[in-house]
Nanobody, 120 residues
Framework: QVQLVESGGGLVQPGGSLRLSCAASGSIFSIGAMGWFRQAPGELRELVATVPSDGSTNYADSVKGRFTISRDNAKRTVSLKMNNLKPEDTAVYYC??????????????WGQGTQVTVSS
């Protein structure tokens, strides 16, 4: 069974930094685009950053210049380095990936989510 597991969430002060990681495991044939989404209380889930298999990156305007997404195809992981964190960055962060299992078409998978709280 394919699974995505996030790690690295926690409490950090404004202006601080945090690194989130996500590892894919299971019967995986290939992995396409990977990314991070977040959802604050009472808000819709929003895209934070994505990184296709070619290594290019895409960021939401609110995090551009502060966050960096990267992937390691050999390790089947994707990470999100977050710098200069702000209170408005507080949310549950979810890992997402397009994964093809053996004998099946590609589909979207989600991690369980990891809480990031930015507060003084």
């Amino acid at each position: 069974q394919v699974q995505l597991v996030e790690s690295g969430g926690g409490l950090v002060q404004p202006g601080g930094s945090l690194r989130l990681s996500c590892a894919a495991s299971g019967s995986i044939f290939s992995i396409g685009a990977m990314g991070w989404f977040r959802q604050a209380p009472g808000e819709l889930r929003e895209l934070v950053a994505t990184v296709p298999s070619d290594g290019s990156t895409n960021y939401a305007d609110s995090v551009k210049g502060r966050f960096t997404i990267s992937r390691d195809n050999a390790k089947r992981t994707v990470s999100l380095k977050m710098n200069n964190l702000k209170p408005e960055d507080t949310a549950v962060y979810y890992c997402n990936a397009a994964i093809s299992s053996y004998g099946w078409d590609s589909r979207e998978y989600w991690g369980q989510g990891t809480q990031v709280t930015v507060s003084s």
